[in-house]
């Protein structure tokens, strides 16, 4: 796991004693749920903390990465390149806050080491299953591609994580041009389509959790319920957007570790196996000492 400080931000609160999505990257500060709730992290040690935050944080990631394919077909946006490059860097943007937060810094920094440490499983397996051919690019890609957008958002404040994951100083400096472009696109995209300007749409995204299979999941899915994380998410989205109709995010036993938009439906589906698969990749990662 890399660090998950900027240099010169100041000191927080505790992470856990406020858990609140209010620092919206893509359009600054936006007032959203608050999901505080002290008492699901009372007891908690450093690396139950550890793990709790690069839950959420993957969690957030996968979220916003699916929000992505539904805005782009429930107000037909245009995408010129891969949609799945497009909707990984709206989940950065909407992650990565204006100004030093020491707790959403180290979601979208945990969301980066998760693509991260699913290319060091491939790669421990000597390389074999490597998708070449996918609609995603591959895992080390995608982590490099979001730590350049968080380094690009302060390179100063960020200059120790740049160093941390081996970026060099030539590409931190292209990496500002990356996440202005990114989050400029994105703006210009949905200014047509804000709440400022069309007023409050007809559609809403809306979380609903079915009851898991198994103990363990049942354990992951209180967990992220309580915390409100989800539901905090949603609400920014549904203050800045103005949506033609309703976008249902469903949390649910898939038998796969996934998460999906169904374009028929207009609905997103985040498995219960895939919170479980984040789980399980840094407590192995902390096993190994990572």
């Known amino acids: 796991m890399t660090s998950a400080s900027r240099s010169r931000a100041t000191a927080a609160p505790h992470w856990f004693a406020v858990l609140m999505i209010c620092c919206v990257g893509l359009w600054g500060t936006v007032p959203a749920a608050n999901a505080s709730n002290d008492r699901i992290f009372t007891g908690l040690d450093e690396t139950e903390e550890e793990i709790a935050l690069f839950v959420l944080g993957n969690t957030l990631f996968t979220f916003y990465h699916e929000i992505g394919h539904a805005l782009i077909h429930a107000l037909d946006l245009p995408v010129v390149g891969r949609e799945e490059d497009a909707v990984d860097g709206f989940a950065a943007v909407m992650m990565i806050p204006d100004e030093p937060d020491d707790f959403m810094d180290a979601l979208v920094i945990s969301a980066a080491d998760g693509w991260l440490l699913y290319a060091a499983e491939i790669e421990e397996k000597g390389g074999d299953g490597i998708p070449f051919w996918a609609e995603h690019s591959l895992d080390e890609q995608r982590f490099f591609s979001t730590a350049c957008l968080i380094v690009g958002s302060d390179p100063e404040g960020f ?15 292209t990496c500002e041009v990356d996440f202005y472009q990114m989050r400029r696109g994105w703006r210009r995209l949905l200014a047509d389509h804000l709440v400022e300007t069309r007023g409050q749409g007809r559609g809403q995204v809306l979380i609903a959790y079915q009851r898991p299979k198994t103990t363990a ?74």
């Not at 200059?159 to 400096?173: H, M, N």
């Not at 028929?264 to 990572?290: K, M, N, P, T, W």
């Open 217 to 290: 999941i049942a354990d992951l899915q209180s967990f992220l319920e309580r915390s409100g994380i989800l539901e905090a998410a949603a609400e920014a989205i549904n203050t800045l957007i103005h949506l033609p109709s309703d976008i249902p995010v469903t949390v649910s036993s898939c038998n796969v570790a996934g998460a999906y938009y169904i374009p028929a439906r207009r609905s997103v589906v985040l498995c219960y196996e895939l919170i479980a698969e984040f789980e399980r990749l840094i407590v192995e990662d902390i096993q190994r000492g990572g």
């Open 159 to 173: 200059a120790d994580y740049a160093s941390d994951v081996g970026l060099p100083r030539s590409r931190t400096e």
